[in-house]
């Protein structure tokens, strides 16, 4: 079993950045694809970004591409994502997950973390 706790998260004006992180612990970190989501008050939970575990793949939803940057350190059981151009759309609670294959389908994913709050102001 693998434990997970995002941190970064707060509150940012559009336009600014951020940079999540995904500790892991309980595992070995690099056995597994890895994902992030999130889920904005009402909606569901939906896909930004995934990486395999060497991190040589990385996959983005349509509505990050070109401003969101996955990635991970397999030495330090770590994932990351960074956020650039954020707007206030991207406002929403961000999970990181652990998964078997590389997909954008939440219930593809094993293990979550409790997730960290991003609030971009316009």
């Known amino acids: 079993q693998v434990q997970l706790v995002e941190s970064g998260g707060g509150l940012v004006q559009a336009g600014g950045s951020l940079r999540l992180s995904c500790a892991a612990s309980?595992?070995?970190?690099?056995?597994?694809?890895m994902g992030w989501f999130r889920q904005a008050p009402g909606k569901e939970r939906e896909f930004v970004a995934h990486?395999?575990?060497?991190?040589?793949?990385?996959n983005y939803a349509d509505s990050v591409k070109g401003r969101f940057t996955i990635s991970r350190d397999n030495a330090r059981n770590t994932l990351y994502l960074q956020m650039n151009n954020l707007k206030p759309e991207d406002t929403a609670v961000y999970y990181c997950?652990?998964?078997?294959?590389?997909?954008?389908?939440?219930?593809?994913?094993?293990?979550w973390g409790p997730g960290t709050q991003v609030t971009v102001s316009s």
């Open positions: 997950a652990v998964g078997g294959r590389p997909s954008s389908v939440v219930a593809h994913y094993d293990y």
């Open positions: 309980g595992s070995t970190f690099s056995s597994y694809v």
């Open positions: 990486i395999t575990r060497s991190g040589s793949i990385k």
